[in-house]
C-alpha cells in the first residue's frame, strides 16, 4: 500500500485563492482587513511563524502588523496593548502569538480579546459556543485539520477518531469539531496507559505530542487508517513531527507530511478566520 500524502501546501493555496477573493469583494465596499499580532520577546520559533501568517496575510491583500513587546512586559501592559487593539476600529482581527514569556498568564491575555477580533478562536466565548455545537471563529490548527479531511474525502462520520493531545490549541477543539461530524472521538494524553493498544483502533489518527523523543511507529497504527501528523520538532537541524513517517506511510492510507501538512493549513485557516472577522464587523455578507 503506498500512502495518499495530504498536501497541506496545495489545499492551503487553495483556501488562499477564496480568500484573496473575499478580501476583493470587501475592498469592493469600502473595507480592507486587518490583522494584528501581539509578540513578547524574541523566541526564534515564534518570530518565525509570525513572519510566515504576515507573508501570507500581503499574498492575499489583508494589512497587517506587528506589536513587538519586550520580553520583560508586565501583564497590564500587555493587557492594555490589547484593549487598545479591541477599541481600534480598523483592526479586524488580534493574534497574540503563544507560548508568551512564563511569567505572563496566558488565559488572562486571552480572555481579554474582543471574541469577535479573536482570529485564533481561542476566547472562552468562542471555545464556549464550539462546545455548543456551533462553529464560528474556530482554532486554527483544528480547523485546518477538519479542511484537510474534507479535500482528501477522508470519511469522517461514523469513524473512530484518536486524538493525541488535549490543549485548548489542538485537542479540546479538534475533538469538539469532529464530534460536529459525527465521529466516535478517543482523546489521550500524557497520562493514557498502553497508549499504542488504542491508537491501533484508529480509523483516523491525529498526533500533536510534540516531543522529539517520542515516535508513533507502525505497530501504533491501523492498517488502511488515516494519520495527521500536527506536531513539529527540529531534529539535528531538521523538521519532523511524532510520526515515523517512511514506515507508517507504508501501510496507512492517507498521511500528512512535515513539513508542509497541518502547518501551512494552519495559516491559511488565520487568513480565513480574519476576513470572517472582518465581514461581521463591517456587517458585510461573503
Not at 40 to 54: F, I, Q, W
Not at 205 to 217: D, K, M, N, T
Request: glycine share 8%.
Amino acid at each position: 500500500m503506498t500512502a495518499t500524502i495530504m498536501d497541506g501546501k496545495l489545499v492551503a493555496a487553495e483556501v488562499k485563492h477564496e480568500v484573496a477573493r473575499r478580501v476583493n469583494h470587501l475592498q469592493q465596499q469600502g473595507v480592507r482587513p486587518w490583522l494584528s499580532t501581539v509578540l513578547v520577546g524574541d523566541d526564534p520559533a515564534s518570530a518565525t511563524y509570525l513572519r510566515a501568517k504576515h507573508k501570507a496575510c500581503e499574498e492575499v491583500g489583508i494589512k497587517s502588523e506587528n506589536h513587538h513587546l519586550p520580553g520583560d512586559t508586565p501583564q497590564d501592559k500587555l493587557e492594555a496593548l490589547i484593549d487598545q487593539l479591541n477599541h481600534d476600529d480598523r483592526v479586524h482581527g488580534i493574534l497574540v502569538q503563544l507560548p508568551l514569556p512564563k511569567h505572563l498568564e496566558e488565559d488572562r491575555a486571552i480572555g481579554k480579546l474582543d471574541p469577535d477580533k479573536d482570529v485564533d478562536g481561542l476566547h472562552p466565548v468562542n471555545l464556549g459556543k464550539l462546545v455548543s455545537g456551533i462553529e464560528w471563529l474556530v482554532p486554527c490548527t483544528p480547523k485546518g485539520v477538519v479542511r484537510l479531511l474534507q479535500h482528501y474525502k477522508v470519511t469522517v462520520s461514523g469513524s473512530r477518531v484518536v486524538i493525541v493531545n488535549r490543549s485548548n490549541l489542538v485537542g479540546r477543539p479538534l475533538t469538539m469539531l469532529l464530534l460536529n461530524r459525527d465521529a466516535t472521538v478517543t482523546v489521550c494524553h500524557s497520562k493514557t496507559k498502553d497508549l499504542a493498544s488504542i491508537t491501533r483502533e484508529a480509523d483516523i489518527l491525529v498526533s500533536a505530542i510534540g516531543r522529539p523523543e517520542v515516535r508513533i511507529g507502525p505497530n501504533y497504527v491501523k492498517h488502511g487508517s488515516t494519520v495527521v501528523d500536527v506536531a513539529i520538532n527540529r531534529v539535528d537541524g531538521k523538521l519532523r513531527g511524532d510520526i515515523d513517517f517512511e514506515p507508517v506511510s507504508r501501510i496507512v492510507q492517507n498521511i500528512t507530511p512535515v513539513p508542509g501538512g497541518v502547518g501551512p493549513m494552519t495559516v491559511a485557516m488565520l487568513l480565513e478566520n480574519t476576513v470572517q472577522a472582518t465581514a461581521l464587523q463591517a456587517g458585510i455578507r461573503l
